[in-house]
């Protein structure tokens, strides 16, 4: 039988991730247990020998607003919701006084650091492939940027998530051409088609999904699609926590049995969250990722089952 995989991936943005629909000073305490939750989080991987994969954005590369100034790309994002705009948003926080949201150079250091730890990209800006009046020009632009600053930082970009999950085929071939191998796509399910208008129906059932038992979400290692570049499947997001314990219980419940469903048929199953997720409720959000963890180590230990980074999965199915 072949050995089952477990993959993580982590959309790494801080606030350029959500800052269209938050008030920043309400977000404050949120941020900052952000901040305290990821080294907690390396603890928890390093200690059961787990690889993730980073997909960050790369403004968080940046040190300060000065050299955020000077490594705007040349071509932005003509979005015509102009609210999505990350650089009009920037220029309006510099003297906010946050800028650790921001900038997190030292942690991205750190997180390089920690055996097992793939730095991903989540394009420059956390650039939206789907929103009317970007262009795949703008979109080259952004991941070319992404690459120089990684390059300041000793990495090479191979594994792309892109935010929002909005998945466009048709950027495949520019990821290819700048150096991305491997890219996450969404799960199979109708709900998650992020090139449809996401209806109220859609939305509540990814929600539904999270809590009861819709599907399969783990996959053999022959249907990871290879295209350009190396489409692999997300299985699960790990939903925030919530007020409601019983909802906890359930949502873990189904990662925890889907893993070992994984582990006993050989199969990949890829979860994701936000590490910015973790900022409600944090110490109960990191008891969760530990049981996760001793969940996998069983499953290594019993039915050989692997912990892989992206790029793994990539450099496996090739």
Same mark, same amino acid.
């Given at each position: 039988?072949?050995?089952?995989?477990?993959?993580?991936?982590?959309?790494?943005?801080?606030?350029?991730?959500?800052?269209?629909?938050?008030?920043?000073?309400?977000?404050?305490?949120?941020?900052?247990?952000?901040?305290?939750?990821?080294?907690?989080?390396?603890?928890?991987?390093?200690?059961?020998?787990?690889?993730?994969?980073?997909?960050?954005?790369?403004?968080?590369?940046?040190?300060?607003?000065?050299?955020?100034?000077?490594?705007?790309?040349?071509? $932005?994002?003509?979005?015509?919701?102009?609210?999505?705009?990350?650089? /009009?948003?920037?220029?309006?926080?510099?003297?906010?006084?946050?800028?650790?949201?921001?900038?997190?150079?030292? $942690?991205?250091?750190?997180?390089?650091?920690?055996?097992?730890?793939?730095?991903? /990209?989540?394009?420059?800006?956390?650039?939206?492939?789907?929103?009317?009046?970007?262009?795949?020009?703008?979109?080259?632009?952004?991941?070319?940027?992404?690459?120089?600053?990684?390059?300041?930082?000793?990495?090479?970009?191979?594994?792309?998530?892109?935010?929002?999950?909005?998945?466009?085929?048709?950027? $495949?071939?520019?990821?290819?051409?700048?150096?991305?191998? /491997?890219?996450? /796509?969404?799960?199979?399910?109708?709900?998650?088609?992020?090139?449809?208008?996401?209806?109220?129906?859609?939305?509540?059932?990814?929600?539904?999904?999270?809590?009861?038992?819709?599907?399969?979400?783990?996959?053999?290692?022959?249907?990871?699609?290879?295209?350009?570049?190396?489409?692999?499947?997300?299985?699960?997001?790990?939903?925030?926590?919530?007020?409601?314990?019983?909802?906890?219980? $359930?949502?873990?419940?189904?990662?925890?049995?889907?893993?070992?469903?994984?582990?006993?048929?050989?199969?990949?199953?890829?979860?994701?969250?936000?590490?910015?997720?973790?900022?409600?409720?944090?110490?109960?959000?990191?008891?969760?990722?530990?049981?996760?963890?001793?969940?996998?180590?069983?499953?290594?230990?019993?039915?050989?089952?692997?912990?892989?980074?992206?790029?793994?999965?990539?450099?496996?199915?090739?």
């Amino acid at each position: 039988m072949k050995k089952g995989a477990l993959v993580i991936s982590l959309d790494f943005e801080l606030v350029w991730g959500i800052f269209d629909h938050i008030d920043l000073k309400d977000k404050v305490a949120y941020f900052d247990n952000t901040l305290n939750a990821i080294p907690k989080m390396l603890e928890i991987f390093e200690r059961h020998d787990m690889r993730v994969t980073w997909a960050t954005v790369g403004m968080l590369f940046n040190k300060n607003w000065e050299e955020w100034q000077n490594n705007i790309p040349t071509l $932005l994002p003509t979005y015509d919701n102009a609210i999505l705009n990350p650089y /009009t948003y920037g220029n309006a926080h510099q003297k906010s006084g946050y800028d650790r949201f921001f900038f997190a150079p030292e $942690l991205i250091k750190t997180i390089q650091s920690v055996k097992g730890q793939e730095i991903g /990209t989540h394009t420059y800006s956390h650039y939206y492939c789907l929103e009317k009046g970007q262009t795949v020009a703008q979109f080259e632009a952004d991941l070319q940027q992404a690459n120089l600053m990684a390059n300041q930082f000793n990495l090479k970009l191979t594994s792309l998530v892109f935010p929002r999950n909005q998945f466009n085929k048709n950027y $495949l071939k520019v990821c290819s051409e700048n150096q991305i191998e /491997t890219v996450r /796509t969404n799960p199979d399910d109708w709900y998650w088609d992020t090139t449809k208008t996401d209806a109220l129906f859609s939305k509540l059932a990814r929600t539904g999904d999270a809590y009861l038992p819709f599907g399969k979400k783990s996959y053999t290692a022959e249907s990871v699609h290879k295209a350009t570049v190396v489409c692999q499947k997300a299985s699960r997001f790990l939903r925030p926590q919530h007020q409601i314990s019983v909802l906890n219980s $359930l949502r873990l419940s189904r990662i925890k049995s889907e893993i070992v469903g994984a582990a006993q048929n050989g199969e990949i199953y890829h979860l994701w969250w936000h590490p910015h997720n973790f900022g409600f409720d944090t110490d109960n959000a990191l008891k969760a990722l530990q049981e996760i963890a001793l969940l996998y180590q069983h499953c290594n230990q019993v039915y050989g089952m692997e912990s892989l980074t992206m790029k793994q999965i990539s450099d496996n199915s090739i």
